[in-house]
């Protein structure tokens, strides 16, 4: 039993006794984040709740087909409602994130206050101890799977999945999995495929949607960033890309652009730690992703304030993106890989 039985009593008890749920998940959402928040969206409308999707930002237009005909709130665009709904709900089920800090600055101070009950569902370490009832499971590929799984339970063995539940929740599992090449070496994880696929998700279409709808620009500059900015430390197995303000401007960046990039590093032979530099408008952003063991959580929660998992994290600075890449620069020097 993933779960406690206890647990899934509780969360059934909750939803029961909820008319109005709020799902909220993280800022910067990325495929799990709208997989797992709409595969559960569909689930509570299927049992005739008012569900409120609050989505702390923008997310890439290539995940536009999940969310497609679903209703949300933006936090950034809509921020006294959001707000508002998170202190009057009923219910708060918090996806794919662990401390609420990741429901970016706007929000993280009303989502600890409020006096509403909150459920996490989640696959990141270390999750915040503010929730009431945690559902966490850090080897799962995805929050997504994790949703599965607690509909599984909650549904006697057979969870109820329709087409959309079942084509956001594969979304998100092969998204978080990078196309099922990492988190995913569990036969687990390609029974719930499976029942996935059974349910009406269509994986062409997922594949063509996620991954073969790129504008000229987002391509270009891919390109730019493999020729012009790699650096590549091969003593040390490491390599980084970092992208300024001005490169993304040339490139005409749209959320979502850059999402993959910092891949590319590992896909060299002898690279194991690859990170991707950004240049935000407030604060420089960074990616890292490893092959092997080196643990790129820990790196990023002791280096630079951030987190996630141990093969892919990411963290920020307030130092200019010069000072921040010789700071990291000068830890790949020091790193004993
Ligand atoms: P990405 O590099 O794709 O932005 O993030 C990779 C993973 O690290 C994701 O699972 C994401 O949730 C997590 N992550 C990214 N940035 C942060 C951060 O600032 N703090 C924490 N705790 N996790 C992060
Ligand atoms: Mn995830």
Redesign the pocket.
Known sequence: MLFPDTDVLEFESRIKQSKNITLLT?Y?P?GDAIGSSVGMYHYLKCRNKEVNLIIPNEFPHFLDFVIDGVPFILGNKELDRVKNILTSTELIICL????AS?VGDALAETLRNTKVEKILVDH?LFPDNCYDVVFSHVPASSTSELVYELLYHLEEYKPFLNKPMAQALYTGICTDTGSFSFGCNHKRTYDIVGDLVEAGADVELVHQEVFNTNSEDRLRLLGFCLCERLTIIKDKRAAFIYLSKEDLKRFNYQIGDT?GV?NYCLTMKDIEFGVLITERIDRVRL??RSKYDFDVNIF?RENW?????RK?????SFDSLEKVIETLTNQIQNLKL
Do not use: I, K, L, P
């Not at 794919?96 to 401390?99: K, L, S």
């Not at 304030?305 to 998992?309: A, I, P, Q, V, Y």
């Not at 892919?312 to 920020?316: F, K, T, V, Y």
């Open positions: 993280h910067n990325d794919d994130f662990n401390t990741r990141h999402e910092v990616s890292f990023a304030n951030g987190g996630g998992h892919a994290s990411g963290g920020h």
